[in-house]
């Protein structure tokens, strides 16, 4: 995907009409160290499963999108109580769900420390009480759901390293939890920002991310997105 230029005047426009009314985010983007622990790299080929949130899934599916390694990822809500909810329910705050992304990847290519690596430091902000940039409530939380005991290890881990190290002004808060669930977001939500990349959200808040990626981690960075329209789910 071309990522479109704005000027900078109108890009100061879009930044205040996004932030007027609400906080921005706290920490900017920042390259971070790798992960101490962290799953040993196999052979190329398989594939292995994270789900995470942090924010609208607009932004997360399109930074992983641009992840090498990345097979496909899927949009979609995790970490509630109810079954199969709707966009409208989730955006209530009421179920207790969170918008989430479904990350399918090779690990022997990218490792899950490697995918916490670009979540912590590009794909949102972890010093974020329940909201992201201009979005609030629950359902934009911070959250990790471990997949299995190796997941839960790594990413306790890492927190644990970033804290002790100071790698942000603030706290980290994002939740650790046992998935429970995930069900896939609507086909609208999907590739959204492939879709809409001159949309004034996309381009203040997601469109920075997949720069600070290319530009922090280029290694990791891949130039065509694994995009979901040409997955078979």
């Known amino acids: 995907m071309k990522m479109p230029e704005l000027r900078p005047s109108a890009l100061a426009a879009a930044v205040l009409l996004l932030c007027g009314s609400y906080a921005c985010a706290d920490e900017s983007p920042k390259a971070l160290p790798a992960p101490a622990v962290d799953e040993t790299k196999v052979q190329p080929g398989g594939t292995e499963t994270a789900v995470l949130s ?20 899927v949009a979609g809500y995790s970490g509630g109580a109810g079954v199969n909810p709707s966009y409208e329910e989730v955006s209530t705050g009421t179920t207790g769900h969170a918008e989430s992304v ?19 430091s590009v794909a949102h902000d972890p ?6 940039g201009p979005d609030s409530g629950t359902q934009y939380r911070s959250n990790i759901f471990y997949l299995n005991d190796a ?24 939740r650790i939890d046992r998935i429970s669930g995930f069900y896939t977001a609507e086909a609208y939500h999907q590739d959204y920002l492939i ?9 203040v808040n997601d469109l920075p991310k997949i720069a600070s990626l290319k530009s922090l981690y280029p290694a990791l960075y891949t130039a065509s997105p694994a995009k979901v329209a040409d997955t078979r789910l």
């Open 102 to 120: 479904k990350i399918a990847f090779d690990p022997g290519v990218i490792t899950y420390g490697q995918i916490l690596r670009v979540y912590f």
């Open 127 to 132: 010093t974020e009480l329940n909201r992201q």
């Open 195 to 203: 879709h809409n990349p001159d949309s004034i959200y996309i381009l």
């Open 54 to 73: 942090g924010g609208c899934f607009w932004g997360m599916q399109g930074v992983f999108e641009h992840v090498r390694g990345i097979r496909h990822v």
């Open 151 to 174: 997941q839960q290890r790594i990413a306790r881990a890492y927190i644990a390293q970033l804290s002790q190290t100071h790698a942000f002004r603030e706290p980290i808060v994002t």
